[in-house]
T-cell receptor
């Protein structure tokens, strides 16, 4: 069974700072890894999807990388804004079970 | 685009009652799944389906039933509600292969008294 860990659990940064969120998983046999954003009391919004054969994906100020062999992914947010404040979740689709496994998330606060 | 639609958004039940949480998607996705989200526990998979007529158990299936008679719909049934099932429930869908992202509904907030 996959174990997905996200560090740190919470992060507070001043506006404008670049930041990195981390996600690690225990089994490298994955189909893909997906990063989500969740605002309080809301559902999950997909940010980036990285296939197992890819190394990174970019969308605007967001860049996600994947090192499958070491079981790690990072989400890089450039020039953070107060509107980026949310919980960020990563999930992997495990090849063996064909199931998705989620981390517990990083709660990000960007201070104006 | 409706995407993934969950109903109801909120529900309060008494212990022992049964109910069905509805989930529908209009993207012709083969893969659908139900999660529960609890504080400090993250999202945990309850049941999933890789296509009409096919369902399988996830990490926490006890106390829940599912069926998949059509591609579009994937209802989750609570057979006899217990306080431990108080949670936020999310339905998600994606293409059956790995090529597409998961799309989530807005969730159902369920309280069992």
């Amino acid at each position: 069974k996959q174990e997905v860990t996200q560090i740190p659990a919470a992060l507070s940064v001043p506006e404008g700072e670049n930041l990195v969120l981390n996600c690690s998983f225990t089994d490298s046999a994955i189909y893909n890894l997906q990063w989500f954003r969740q605002d309080p009391g809301k559902g999950l919004t997909s940010l980036l999807l990285i296939q197992s054969s890819q190394r990174e994906q970019t969308s605007g100020r967001l860049n996600a990388s994947l090192d499958k062999s070491s079981g790690r992914s990072t989400l890089y947010i450039a020039a953070s804004q107060p509107g980026d404040s949310a919980t960020y979740l990563c999930a992997v689709k495990d090849q063996e079970s064909n199931q998705f496994y989620f981390g517990t998330g990083t709660s990000l606060t960007v201070i104006p | 685009n409706a995407g993934v639609t969950q109903t109801p958004k909120f529900q309060v039940l008494k212990t022992g009652q049964s109910m069905t949480l509805q989930c529908a998607q209009d993207m012709n996705h083969e893969y659908m799944s139900w999660y529960r989200q609890d504080p400090g526990m993250g999202l945990r998979l309850i049941h999933y389906s890789v296509g009409a007529g096919i369902t399988d158990q996830g990490e926490v299936p006890n106390g829940y039933n599912v069926s998949r008679s059509t591609t579009e719909d994937f209802p989750l049934r609570l057979l006899s509600a217990a306080p431990s099932q108080t949670s936020v429930y999310f339905c998600a869908s994606s293409y059956g292969s790995s090529r597409g992202p998961q799309h989530f509904g807005d969730g159902t907030r369920l309280s069992i008294l």
